[in-house]
């Protein structure tokens, strides 16, 4: 505040005023989000949703001086974007072959650690640099593809609410963005069970997509399980990933299971490390979600195929909220810093939109005491 507008506060006023507004922002969400925080909203060509869980340290509250842990520390955020965006639909698929970062030995590697360290221990919520984000000065140049989404406004919303209650959370912005309207709507997100008892309680009517992403994984995966870490694997792997990518995902499975058969079914005591219990698990995940990988489908339609925009969205709630020694008062001042952060990463400027209203601000007119008496 010095540096920037000149202003000497404490950092016990910043604070305190920080979890007033939080806490202000997740009211006005619920009683009265749309005439207090929104312009005139545009029903969009392309609506997309997305949801990611996340982390977030936090300490128990009234336990005197130092860092007293909730439980171990990290507990669950809820995260979500809505995107408006243009594209085209194609006749046939604009994209039929998968991009080359899919055929890069190091970054499939890379991608599945990340993965995999993020499913075992909720530490990391971002997985390493999409598609859409490995952009070369080359490609730069280039007009961005118009089958692929071009995004016009994004909002986030992000609490530590629970699935059904961030769940109401999100219809009510998508209402107020007025998705419900558009002709082309999307939901994207990983193989989390929530994600979809979200879309089926409220977004229905939207495309389910699994991310492609998280695909890759599970497919590298059964690759090394199959064939050891050897060239085979890596053969079978760019053989299945492409067949995914071009929505043959059924094919995919077949093969899987006749290498199941060749390795064996687990037991009913199979341990997590066994590879036969490993393998039946990626073949119950894609078998989970064959309906939503109908990639060539999306392409054809404009649709994205990718998370990348909800990893994105997360990696920048995580500049304000994850950091070395960083812990936030749970619950309110973790859920007041959500708000906040997620108000401020809105394109529609809704959080000075409802610092210039609220009670205080310079700009501000003060009304009369009887009009204060009666409001």
Same mark, same amino acid.
């Given at each position: ?121 909720? =530490? ?15 490609? =730069? ?210 959080? =000075? ?23």
């Amino acid at each position: 505040m010095e540096r920037v507008v000149g202003l000497n506060v404490s950092t016990n006023t910043i604070e305190r005023i920080c979890l007033d507004v939080g806490n202000e922002l997740e009211s006005v969400a619920e009683e009265n989000w749309k005439e207090v925080l929104s312009g005139e909203a545009v029903v969009p060509e392309v609506a997309i949703v997305s949801f990611d869980g996340g982390r977030i340290r936090t300490r128990q509250m009234n336990c005197g001086p130092g860092v007293h842990l909730c439980g171990k520390g990290w507990n669950e955020t809820k995260n979500a974007i809505f995107v408006s965006a243009t594209s085209t639909i194609s006749e046939t698929d604009p994209e039929p072959e998968p991009p080359a970062c899919f055929f890069d030995p190091e970054h499939v590697a890379q991608l599945t650690e990340k993965a995999k360290t993020k499913e075992n221990t909720g =530490a990391d919520d971002s997985l390493p640099e999409r598609e859409e984000e490995r952009i070369s000065p080359s490609k =730069a140049k280039q007009p961005w593809p118009q089958h692929k989404p071009k995004r016009v406004l994004r909002t986030i919303l992000s609490s530590m609410k629970n699935s059904k209650q961030f769940g109401t959370q999100m219809d009510r912005e998508a209402n107020r963005r007025r998705f419900p309207e558009a002709s082309r709507k999307a939901f994207v997100g990983d193989g989390l069970t929530c994600n979809w008892s979200i879309h089926k309680a409220h977004f229905s009517d939207y495309t389910a997509i699994l991310d492609f992403m998280h695909a890759v994984t599970y497919l590298f995966q059964a690759s090394v399980i199959c064939f050891g870490k050897c060239d085979a694997a890596w053969s079978a792997y760019t053989d299945w990933m492409t067949r995914a990518w071009q929505g043959k995902v059924a094919e995919v499975i077949t093969q899987l299971k006749t290498h199941q058969q060749r390795i064996g079914w687990p037991p009913d005591d199979a341990s997590e490390d066994d590879p036969r219990e490993q393998l039946r698990k990626v073949i119950q995940y894609l078998e989970n979600n064959r309906q939503r990988m109908h990639y060539d489908e999306y392409r054809r339609q404009g649709l994205p195929t990718t998370s990348a925009w909800m990893e994105s969205a997360v990696k920048e709630m995580n500049y304000r909220i994850k950091g070395t020694e960083m812990f936030w008062n749970n619950p309110d001042g973790a859920e007041a810093i959500l708000q906040i952060r997620a108000a401020a990463l809105s394109d529609d400027n809704r959080l =000075a939109r409802f610092l210039t209203g609220r009670l205080g601000s310079a700009t501000l007119r003060r009304s009369t005491a009887p009009a204060q008496q009666a409001a």
